[in-house]
C-alpha cells in the first residue's frame, strides 16, 4: 500500500476536488474543505493526514505509525507516517469518514450540490 493510493481513493468519493497548498501538500478537499492531507508534492510521499472523530482520536495516535496531525491535531487530524500502520481498507474506511465528517459540515444546499447525502 502507498499514500497515493489512499490519494486516489479520496478522489474517488463524491465531489472531491484536489488542489496542492503551502507549495508542497497535495489536498482532497469537499465542498472547498480540506479532508485528505499528503506529501511531499511531487516526489515520494512521506505522509498523510486526515480527520477522525474525536473518540478516535486517542486510539489513532497511541498506535504505530500515527501521531497528531501537525497545526490540526485540535481539529482531530491525525497523521500517519508508516503506509502499513493499519490494512489498506482501514485507512480507506478512515478517509471516507473523513470526508463524510468535512461533509456534513456543509450547508444542505452545498451537500445537494454535490449530490452528497445529509
Known amino acids: ?33 480540506m479532508f485528505f492531507v499528503g506529501g511531499p508534492h ?4 512521506t505522509h498523510c ?15 504505530p505509525g500515527f501521531a497528531p496531525a ?14 502499513k500502520a493499519l490494512p489498506l481498507a482501514e485507512l480507506k474506511a478512515l478517509v471516507k469518514r473523513s470526508h463524510a465528517l468535512v461533509a456534513a459540515k456543509l450547508t444542505k444546499k452545498a451537500r445537494a450540490g454535490l449530490s452528497i447525502d445529509a
Open 49 to 63: 493526514s486526515f480527520k477522525v472523530e474525536q473518540h478516535r482520536f486517542l486510539e489513532l495516535t497511541g498506535l
Open 1 to 33: 500500500m502507498s499514500f497515493k493510493a489512499l490519494a486516489d481513493y479520496a478522489m474517488q468519493l463524491p465531489g472531491a476536488t484536489q488542489d496542492v497548498k503551502w507549495g508542497a501538500d497535495w489536498v482532497a478537499s469537499v465542498g472547498g474543505k
Open 70 to 83: 501537525p497545526y490540526a491535531a485540535r481539529y482531530h487530524w491525525v497523521a500517519v507516517s508508516d503506509p
Open 42 to 45: 511531487p516526489g515520494a510521499w
